[in-house]
């Protein structure tokens, strides 16, 4: 990762939909532990952690929400796992 990612308020994002179990691959747990090694290799702070168990089809995740506020308020960036790509995905937000 490039420098300019480095000393940057990130926020880990895990989510396992509620709706249903097998559709999405990695559970909560596994996603933490992906999404902190991946924090790890790239010198990646965390500065808070979000997990939510609720299906993105209905709207108003209340965790995303906080999470989402808080970038809003203070700024930051999101690490989160991509099930589609099965990669630890990061989201830079200008809010």
Do not use: H
């Not at 939909?17 to 992906?34: F, G, P």
């Not at 997990?51 to 209905?58: C, R, W």
């Amino acid at each position: 990762m490039n420098n300019n990612m480095e000393n940057k308020k990130f926020f880990l994002y895990a989510r396992k939909s509620t709706d249903v179990e097998d559709k999405q691959v990695l559970s909560i747990e596994a996603q933490l532990t992906e999404l902190r090694e991946y924090a790890v290799r790239e010198n990646i702070e965390i500065s808070a952690e979000y997990i939510e168990k609720q299906s993105a089809k209905v709207p108003g995740r209340p965790i995303f929400n906080k999470m989402m506020k808080e970038i809003e308020t203070f700024g930051g960036n999101i690490l989160a796992w991509n099930p589609f790509m099965s990669i630890a995905w990061v989201f830079s937000c200008s809010c």
